[in-house]
């Protein structure tokens, strides 16, 4: 395994890191396809084996279990020293003033919620889940401050929302003297490249890391055109991904792949990981494999020419953060 720094931070990270919203009850949630805690098991072994210790959730996956899932894999398979944990909030999770969004009510309610299902009294990186118009920037970045001076969180992150909504944020955090966001987890892959006009730029120059979510978006970055598994077949997020523009990139994919004598998705994933921007790409394992090709990305080296050719067949579309 390879480690990097998360931005401009000290903070060590894996380069691969283990998405985690596939794993929690399938009827906690919206996700009918997800592994249940002894299917899940596995794949947290095999992560602490292969030296992902990145680790990626949400309060929203799957109503919180993928939570009670990841904090009792920490105990079971590592050490908390040794995983560099990250969930997320914004999300609701009940009715109440304080059951979604950004509010401070929310925000520290919900960490302490999430720090209970995890069985930990920290947490590494802790995004808000996309922005909340209803809730002024000081209001939330005064709260999440105030998390990280109480110890329960080391370093921030936000997911997926416009540039200029997250440099709103930052400049908050900044003009009050609290902490600023680190990490950057949004949509980016060789299908979905939109993040290329103003949020990456944004990040490169304020030293926030990337750690993307769907590197292989969903899926079809890594198989041949027209080929269907049972979550793409179920799923409605990525059946969003079958459409005309896609198809001549995925062609792209396959074609240097089959050139290196590689899976389509160490190509895919090498592309991602080759931008400097990127620290860690998260990758959702649910098959022994998918996490071998993940850290057998890092080995691939990708040539200029072989890059332009995955990039020449994009085309514009509007942002997707799904």
Not at 10 to 35: D, E
Request: hydrophobic share 40%.
């Amino acid at each position: 395994m390879e480690f990097t720094r998360l931005g401009r931070t000290g903070l060590r990270v894996s380069r691969i890191g283990l998405g985690c919203m596939s794993y929690g009850r399938a009827a906690a949630g919206m996700h009918r396809w997800t592994l249940d805690e002894e299917a899940a098991a596995p794949f947290f072994r095999q992560a602490v084996e292969l030296g992902v210790t990145f680790w990626d959730t949400a309060n929203v996956y799957q109503g919180g279990t993928s939570e009670e899932f990841v904090g009792r894999a920490i105990t079971r398979f590592s050490r908390r020293e040794d995983i560099v944990l990250a969930t997320k909030v914004s999300g609701r999770m009940h009715d109440g003033p304080g059951g979604g969004g950004l509010s401070r009510k929310a925000v520290l309610e919900q960490a302490d919620a999430s720090l209970r299902r995890l069985g930990t009294d920290y947490i590494d990186v802790y995004y808000i889940h996309r922005f909340d118009p209803g809730t002024p920037v000081e209001e939330t970045m005064r709260a999440l401050d105030d998390l990280v001076r109480a110890g329960k969180v080391r370093y921030l992150g936000a997911s997926s929302m416009w540039a200029w909504q997250f440099a709103k944020l930052q400049h908050a955090a900044r003009s009050g003297g609290w902490t600023s966001f680190s990490a950057m987890q949004d949509q980016y892959n060789v299908l979905k490249r939109e993040e290329e006009r103003d949020m990456i730029p944004m990040c490169l120059d304020q030293g926030v890391g990337l750690t993307p979510y769907s590197p292989l978006a969903k899926g079809r970055a890594a198989r041949p055109w027209g080929d269907q598994t049972a979550r793409s077949s179920a799923d409605e997020v990525a059946r969003a991904f079958d459409r005309d523009v896609d198809e001549p990139v995925v062609h792209a994919i396959q074609r240097v792949a089959e050139a290196r004598g590689v899976a389509m998705a160490r190509v895919a994933l090498a592309w991602v990981s080759s931008k400097p921007v990127v620290s860690c790409p998260i990758v959702g394992a649910t098959k022994t494999h998918h996490l071998q090709d993940a850290v057998a990305a890092l080995d691939l080296v990708l040539t200029d020419e072989e890059i332009a050719a995955l990039e020449a067949p994009y085309q514009p579309q509007d942002n997707y953060w799904w």
